[in-house]
């Protein structure tokens, strides 16, 4: 069967696309188009140019130093990591292709800060699509292309159905990373106080019913225009990215130390080393479903952190005696190994899983293949063979439930 392939974003849970691929090339299946973003865009991108091999040779060594040293740390501009290494070793792999020249169609989506819109690749090199379309906001930083600001494309459009649909298939097949996490990891229960009743997650029921269950969903506050994407010009919302201050380190050494390069780059690599161990390592996590955080390893029974008094209030320094006010009684303490690249990529991806949704009840595929969002963490790229599994088990499940 001829299938158009769309492939989400979602950083290192991107590595289950390869699994997805393998499912559907042992099956008989053609990909005849391939639409994707951030890690998306990567992975259709080498198997477009036909060096998916040599891209999974090349993940799945890697050690949690190489992906550190690849990220190519930055201590200035407009994100963490420049990537600038990573992407010269894409480059020994795949050299230089130009998308007009790869033998299925192919298209990368990244997100124009400067015009609020999404822009859709179609042509020129294959690597200049894939580095702007895999700029997560404060995290990699953006490019500037032809006067344009380029990020993440996961930004407007976490997985682009509609960027395939002008592509002739017998099958539209999308691999979303922003699946429902899995119960057994101990998920905690929603507290009926804080949470209104939730809408379906990607994956939840078969592609037309979890289409009509989001529409209907999201029908009760969403009234945003669903216009056509079909070239790299159409208008975006209101609103723009506000400009994101460097993070700094409370308990940093003063002096001549801090100029020490070494001594600086150990202290950034401590201060964001927590996406590289994962949820499941740091004994806590936040469910991208529903924004409830389970229980964290500082926390007791309770919930109550042990740093807290009686009263869930933070124990120990000065002014430990007082009691709070009204309206921060009922707070406890947060994890010591909450870190900021954790906040900034949970409120990232609960904000994708909100705008995939709507988008795909509007433009449903034909097989939703949904990766759990605590399959890995989104820096978790030494992690390769164990999802690539992951996502070809899932792949297996719903290409069977299709009757693909």
Known sequence: MKIALVLGSGGARGYAHLG???????RG???VSISGCSMGALVGGFYAAGALEEFRDFVLPLRRSDVFRYADLTVSGPGLFKADKLMDRLHAIVGDVHIEDLPIPYTAVATDLTNRREVWFHEGPLLTAIRASVAIPTAITPVVYRGRLLADGGILNPLPVDASSHFISEATVAVSLFGRDRPQLGQQAVDPGLHAEQGPEPGDSPPSEAAEAALSNASHDHDADRGSHH??????????PDEQPAPTRGD?????AESDPATLTARWRDLFAQPWRGPAARGY???????QGRRSRHTGAD???PHAGGDGRRGGGRGAGKIPAEWAAGFTGLPKDLSTVDMMVSALEVM???IELPRLAVQPPDVLISVPSDTCATFDFDRAEEVIGVGRKLAVTALDRAGL
Do not use: C
């Open 352 to 354: 994708q899983t909100a």
């Open 285 to 291: 996590g936040m469910s991208r479903a529903s924004g």
């Open 303 to 305: 919930g109550a952190s």
């Open 29 to 31: 299946h053609e990909i």
């Open 252 to 256: 940093a050494q003063a002096g001549s």
């Open 20 to 26: 997805v691929i393998d499912e559907l090339l042992a």
């Open 231 to 240: 070239d790299s010009d159409h208008d975006g919302g209101e609103g723009g």
